[in-house]
C-alpha cells in the first residue's frame, strides 16, 4: 500500500479507536444475559451458563448504550476506562453497569486488530471502509455478576466520503487527513458469546 496507504490506515485507526469502548460493552453485555438469568440444560444452581445478543449504540464520549436480547433482555451502561480504571474515552477495557452488578471488559484484542486494519479505500470516490471482529473476555463482576468469565465474539463496521483537496499541488485528491469526513457511518457493535458464573 506505501507511505501513502499507511497514513490512510493509521487516520481510519485513529478515527475508530474512541469505538473500542462499545465493543468491549458488547462483549460484556452479551455475557450479561448469560450471568443473569436463563442457563441452559444441565446447568447447576451454583452456575449460570447462557448464550445472548447484543446491540451497542456508541456514545459521543466514554459512555455507549447497550441492549441484549436471548437468555435475558436488559439495558445499561459501558463506560471505556483504562487497565488502572480509569475513564479513558480511548482505553481498551470497559466498566459495564447494569441494575443487578458490575463487571469489566477487556478489549485490548480488538484494538490490536484494528491496529493491523487494511481498510478498502476508493480513490476515485474518496470513500473508505471497515469490518472488524474480535474476541474480548469479562472480568472482575460484582453482584449478580460475580465470578463472571467468557468470551464473546463482537463486530462492527465503519463508511466514510472524505473531502478533496480544494487548492494547492494535491488538488482533486482525496483528502484523509481531516478531522471530520464529509459523511460518516459507524455501525451498530454486534455481537454473541456463551458465559459462565
Not at 500500500?1 to 490506515?9: S, T
Not at 462499545?22 to 455475557?31: C, D, E, K
Amino acid at each position: 500500500m506505501g507511505v501513502a496507504g499507511l497514513k490512510e490506515r493509521s487516520y481510519m485507526h485513529n478515527r475508530s479507536k474512541s469505538r473500542i469502548a462499545g465493543l468491549a460493552l458488547a462483549g460484556a453485555l452479551a455475557v450479561t444475559g448469560a450471568v443473569i438469568g436463563v442457563g441452559t440444560a444441565g446447568a447447576t444452581a451454583s452456575e449460570t451458563t447462557g448464550t445472548v445478543h447484543v446491540w451497542v449504540t456508541q456514545g459521543k464520549g466514554a459512555v455507549s448504550q447497550i441492549l441484549l436480547t436471548g437468555a435475558i433482555a436488559e439495558h445499561g451502561t459501558s463506560t471505556a476506562i483504562d487497565k488502572d480504571g480509569k475513564v479513558n474515552e480511548n482505553g481498551e477495557y470497559a466498566r459495564i453497569k447494569l441494575p443487578q452488578g458490575s463487571f469489566e471488559v477487556n478489549a485490548a484484542q480488538f484494538d490490536q486488530q484494528f491496529a493491523k486494519l487494511q481498510p478498502t479505500i476508493d480513490k476515485a470516490t474518496c470513500s473508505a471502509w471497515d469490518t472488524v471482529s474480535a474476541d474480548v473476555t469479562l472480568f472482575d463482576g460484582t453482584g449478580s455478576y460475580a465470578g463472571i468469565s467468557g468470551t464473546v465474539r463482537v463486530t462492527t463496521s465503519d463508511a466514510y466520503i472524505e473531502p478533496r483537496y480544494a487548492t494547492g499541488a494535491k488538488k482533486g485528491q482525496c483528502n484523509f487527513n481531516v478531522n471530520k469526513p464529509l459523511a460518516y457511518f459507524y455501525g451498530p457493535i454486534t455481537g454473541s458469546g456463551v458465559v459462565s458464573f
